[in-house]
């Protein structure tokens, strides 16, 4: 899941898996495998780092923020 921010200033919890295509034009709106359009503030490379960190986190749990813990 990520967590993006509305156009006017809600935040919501996107499931990543469920999306299908990032597209700037110019605000950014990502298209769900549903139909669903969600136009979001966070540019396209800002969500596809953020759906990259959340697959690293599935995959590592020890990552936090992007960076491994201290434990």
């Given amino acids: 899941m990520v ?6 200033g809600e935040k919501l ?17 990502i298209t769900l495998t549903t139909g669903k359009k969600l136009f979001v503030k966070e540019s ?4 596809k780092n953020l759906v990259v960190l959340y ?3 599935l995959l590592n749990p020890s990552l936090e923020d992007g960076e491994a813990s201290d434990t």
């Fill in 3 to 8: 967590e993006l921010t509305r156009m006017n």
């Fill in 13 to 29: 919890t996107v499931n990543a898996d469920l999306i299908e295509i990032i597209e700037e034009i110019p605000d950014t709106v």
């Fill in 44 to 47: 396209r490379q800002k969500v």
């Fill in 55 to 57: 697959r690293k986190q």
